[in-house]
């Protein structure tokens, strides 16, 4: 599993974005942290258990958008629009490599499984 961020509005990478990610294996919808970690200066979550073998299941991925456009200086509305994104999908393949690009303003972003 990868994870890319973008901040489209300045086309830069979201270097310093706080991203947490959980896993749930089959239904059991009981969910456990794998990893905690800051965006890098390449754009990724570098996270060693991102790079361990899943078996199927969830995977929610937390992006801490208001606290990352905060330390950007710019000024958000209280409460901001979008504070802390949340992106639960499921991993039915574990064999595959599943690329989440996060691409982001402080209103708005898309995020998909991406084919890198």
Same mark, same amino acid.
């Given at each position: 599993?990868?994870?890319?961020? *973008? @901040?489209? +509005?300045? !086309?830069?990478?979201?270097?310093?974005?706080?991203?947490? *990610? @959980?896993? +749930?294996? !089959?239904?059991?919808?009981?969910?456990?942290?794998?990893?905690?970690?800051?965006?890098?200066?390449?754009g990724t979550l570098d996270a060693a258990a991102l790079s361990a073998r899943f078996e199927p299941g969830r995977v929610r991925v937390r992006f801490h958008v208001a606290d990352w456009y905060r330390t950007q200086s710019q000024r958000l509305p209280a409460p901001p629009f979008l504070d802390v994104v949340c992106f639960e999908f499921g991993l039915s393949a574990p064999d595959e490599h599943y690329h989440l690009p996060f691409k982001c303003t402080a209103w708005g972003y898309s995020c998909f499984r991406g084919g890198a």
């Open positions: 599993m990868s994870i890319h961020v *973008v @901040d489209v +509005a300045s !086309g830069r990478v979201a270097q310093g974005m706080r991203v947490e *990610v @959980d896993f +749930a294996a !089959g239904d059991a919808g009981v969910f456990a942290a794998i990893a905690d970690g800051t965006i890098s200066s390449r």
